[in-house]
């Protein structure tokens, strides 16, 4: 059974005052003001606190990443040579889970759901690994048995025509397939993460 995921979202997206995973129903619209708030503050937030709010949006968007493998992905970038901001989001994106969102199910939620109960193949094989690292060329499918489920099906419907450059998707297979790691300008998020200031905080705090 895949279930639907609303209520702690919906915190989320209040706590940042945005519609951060770019549901079709806004809860901002219902309300407006962060959880336990009920009058609006002036108060000036400092460059850490704005540090910090990025770093807890970019968490919130990938489905609630823990600091610990922010900060490992963050050491991997650097050790890498090029863009650490690019590099970071590039192994953020390579994410199985992240992949499944992006080719197949409404929510994050669903698809670390997906994920973690075994529905996923990867190049023919299962992972129930989250946090696996896909590479460019491997093919990502859903298994026969889940594909027929209405919720999956119509949300991998809704997705076809949201695809970025760097997936792929066979529409009569329900499979997909990662082409080539992204580059920092073709990565969609549902709101805007200044990345250079989640490494900037990383640098900081790690």
Known sequence: ??????KPSNR???RFGINIFGKPRNPLLHKPNKPGMHKSSHRKTSEYGKQLEE?????????????????????????QHGN??????????????VLVHKMFTSSIF???QLVSHGHVLVDGKKVDIRSYLVKP??????????QS???????FESKIGELPEYISVEKTKMSGKYLQKPNIENINHTVPINTQ???????YTS
């Open 110 to 112: 669903m698809a670390q």
């Open 137 to 146: 060329g491997q093919e990502i499918k859903i298994t026969e048995k889940l």
């Open 84 to 97: 650490t901001p690019e590099i970071l989001l590039q192994l953020i994106e390579s994410r199985l889970d």
């Open 55 to 79: 770093k807890q949006k970019l968490c919130a968007v990938y489905g609630r990443l823990t600091k610990k493998v922010l900060v490992k992905y963050y050491r991997e970038a650097l050790r």
């Open 197 to 203: 200031t989640v490494c900037e905080f990383l640098a």
């Open 149 to 155: 489920n209405p919720n999956v099906k119509m949300a």
């Open 1 to 6: 059974m895949v279930r639907k995921y609303s």
């Open 12 to 14: 989320i997206s209040r």
